[in-house]
């Protein structure tokens, strides 16, 4: 079988052939066979790439999707790969959804300033930092040098 050219790879798939050559440079996608210089494919790349884009849509990186390819050992079910990295990004983006809320709680109040000028919002920063250090450490025991 000649093999499919990048270009009918990338139209099958959707993708520009430099994202199929970066893939493939990276390591996730195997090095293509050569025929008189262009890279040829047989039709498993597009399975592949099935993966890899689906991988991509639910947020995974290409590190990620590298693991998921050959960070298990050989004969690990796809099934149990797709979950052990599964759980790991859900926890990520638990751990991003409290990050969110906290910054969308810190917008609310910031949009309800009442202060005429920044030097105000400042001060009132600095002096809720200090609160918040207080309250965390302790009071501060001054040093008297005698």
């Given amino acids: 079988m000649a093999g499919l050219t990048i270009s009918q790879i990338a139209r099958q798939v959707d ?3 430099s994202a199929i050559r970066y893939y493939e440079k990276i ?6 066979q050569r025929t008189s210089g262009q890279r040829r494919y047989d039709e498993t790349v597009l399975y592949k790439l099935a993966v890899i884009q689906r991988a991509r849509l639910i947020g995974f ?14 004969n ?7 979950r052990k990295l ?6 990520e983006l638990e751990t991003l959804v409290g990050h969110i809320q906290t910054i969308q709680g810190l917008l609310r109040r910031q949009g309800n300033c009442k202060c005429a000028k920044l030097d105000q919002c400042g001060k009132a920063m600095f002096q809720k930092i200090c609160e918040e250090q207080v309250t965390k450490n302790g009071p501060r025991n001054k040093k008297t040098n005698s």
Avoid: Y
């Fill in 76 to 82: 690990t079910p796809a099934a149990e790969r797709w």
């Fill in 86 to 91: 599964s759980e790991r990004k859900l926890a």
């Fill in 15 to 17: 993708l520009r052939p």
């Fill in 27 to 32: 390591g996730i996608l195997p090095v293509a």
């Fill in 61 to 74: 990186s290409l590190e990620e999707i590298r693991h998921l390819f050959f960070g298990f050992r050989a």
